[in-house]
């Protein structure tokens, strides 16, 4: 009867291993992705400007923009006033932006990323960092060096 107790008390720590292992393994498998919702933070403010959903399919990411942290004064629903093409006046919120990125190593590269307040599309490049829970973002023209980056923050 004895044995028998232990060998429960092994197979149930065991099994409770097992799916801290799983646990663990998916958590780090969501921070090893730039897939899912993303609070984006104004490089020049610090602030935090609007919520972004980043996607992939067949290996290339897009993001749209799913909220936005309004000012005082700002209209209620904004359109891409200043966009060109077939992004020229739709709302801000569900605009596509951010398209192209495939993965380069440890590093997102060769998209193309919108900025609504200017309707200027840049060059766009992306890296986790801090374990996932942040993405740099950086929009450029010509070479990565003259640009601006953003640090978005992981929305838990």
Do not use: H
């Amino acid at each position: 009867r004895r044995n028998f107790m232990n060998v429960k008390t092994m197979i149930r720590g065991a099994v409770s291993a097992l799916i801290l292992a799983c646990v663990s393994t998916l958590a780090m498998a969501a921070s090893d992705s730039p897939v899912g919702k993303w609070k984006t933070i104004d490089d020049k403010t610090g602030q935090p400007k609007g919520v972004v959903e980043i996607t992939e399919a067949n290996g290339v990411l897009t993001g749209k923009i799913v909220g936005r942290f309004p000012k005082p004064g700002d209209p209620a629903n904004p359109v891409c006033d200043k966009c060109e093409g077939a992004k020229k006046g739709q709302p801000i919120v569900g605009l596509v932006f951010l398209e192209g990125l495939k993965k380069a190593g440890d590093e997102y590269e060769g998209g193309k990323i919108l900025d609504p307040e200017t309707g200027t599309v840049y060059s766009s490049k992306a890296k986790l960092i801090d374990g996932g829970k942040k993405m740099e973002v950086r929009g450029f023209v010509g070479v990565s060096l003259i640009g601006r980056s953003q640090t978005w923050v992981r929305e838990e």
